[in-house]
């Protein structure tokens, strides 16, 4: 298991999550730190906001699924399953970090 994959979690229900915990919590800990991924439906009107990332096939999934990268969850490893791809690309890992420190904000600092 590794950062920056995405594998299927239970977050209300089934959904893909994005692994962002950094690897050596990952290696050491049964905890990790994801983003909760929303599969979208062909014909669903959709409209990503300034604080939501878009993956796509590029990252091994079947439908573009929308990532919340201003809401973070912690799941038990045991609790992932199904590995459903990766985000390789540097420029996606980077978008949906500036977006989690953007969402993270506190108090606007």
């Keep these: 298991m590794r950062a920056w994959e ?11 999550v994005l692994i962002i915990s950094a ?4 290696d050491r800990k049964q905890a990790v730190v ?9 014909g669903q009107p959709f409209k990503v906001d300034a604080l939501q990332a ?4 590029e990252d091994g999934l079947q439908t573009d ?3 919340d990268c201003d809401l973070l969850y ?3 490893k045991s609790d992932l399953s199904q590995r459903r791809g ?8 980077r978008d949906i970090s ?6 993270l904000a506190l108090a606007g600092l």
Excluded: C, N
Aim: aromatic content about 6%; proline content about 8%; overall charge positive.
């Design 23 to 26: 690897q050596p919590r990952i």
């Design 54 to 57: 878009t993956l796509d096939q």
């Design 98 to 103: 500036r977006k989690i420190i953007q969402g």
């Design 74 to 76: 912690t799941l038990e």
């Design 6 to 16: 995405i594998w299927t979690g239970s977050i209300f229900g089934p959904h893909p």
């Design 34 to 42: 994801v983003l909760k991924g929303t599969t979208m439906r062909p």
């Design 86 to 93: 990766e985000v390789v690309s540097l420029a996606r890992r």
């Design 65 to 67: 699924t929308r990532f």
